[in-house]
């Protein structure tokens, strides 16, 4: 078998897609933690806070560095020739994308309908605390739909 | 009566002596592409069924095959 020393655009692009997924999922953890924020006492909001903003900084960081760690090899040709690869992972990605989006869209239809039982029940928030918690349930959904998706299966890879 | 896509291509990949990473380096896909395809887990695009079909030189319904299921 042929050694593989460089990986090829369709690597790279699949690479890439995992690379925004994970970074959704992380981002989702920090609206999380805003919202959770906004429910603590004083002190452990404080704590919350920091966490909070250093989660972010680190996943910056961390996505900075793989970014150019992992993709800035890549050519301008090899970039054209992966955007119009329609593999396995691409097609993963946009299926997550499309369930995300119909299930948050169905929660928050539900939520609409049920008004009476659960958002009245709710303590008043703030409409910045109420988009947060919208988008890290999308962004929860649509990463976890996507790592589900590509999840590895024994016995198919050689 | 459900129809799903079967696919030869582990006996072509054996026959030419290939590896999934090789085939998919070939045709321009990922490794994870071609594994999934071969368990029936992904149904390809048209343009890949016809570039996996071109690389082994036979026709697309040597390759891929609608495998009858009740």
Redesign the interface.
């Known amino acids: 078998?042929?050694a593989?020393t460089t990986p090829?655009?369709?690597?790279l692009?699949?690479r890439k897609l995992q690379l925004i997924a994970w970074a959704m999922f992380a981002v989702a953890l920090v609206f999380c933690l805003s919202v959770a924020e906004f429910f603590a006492s004083e002190p452990i909001a404080a704590i919350i806070d920091i966490a909070g903003k250093a989660l972010g900084i680190v996943i910056l960081g961390l996505m900075a560095l793989l970014y150019f760690w992992k993709f800035r090899p890549m050519s301008r040709d090899q970039r054209s020739?992966y955007l119009a690869?329609?593999?396995?992972?691409h097609?993963a990605f946009q299926k997550a994308m499309a369930k995300s989006w119909m299930l948050s869209f169905l929660v928050l239809v539900i939520l609409q309908a049920l008004d009476n039982l659960i958002l009245e029940r709710l303590p008043a928030m703030p409409l910045e605390i109420v988009i947060q918690g919208i988008l890290a349930f999308m962004l929860l959904l649509f990463s976890v739909a996507f790592l589900f998706l590509?999840r590895a299966?024994s016995g198919?890879?050689? | 009566m459900r129809n799903e896509l079967g696919n030869r291509i582990r006996v072509f990949r054996a026959e030419h002596r290939l590896s999934q990473a090789e085939l998919a380096e070939a045709i321009g896909v990922s490794r994870k592409t071609i594994s999934t395809i071969e368990v029936g887990r992904f149904v390809p695009s048209t343009i890949i069924a016809l570039k996996i079909a071109r690389y082994f030189q036979v026709p697309l319904e040597d390759v891929f095959f609608l495998d009858d299921a009740s």
């Open positions: 078998m042929k593989q090829s655009p369709a690597e692009a699949d020739h690869e329609d593999g396995f992972v097609i590509t299966e198919n890879e050689e």
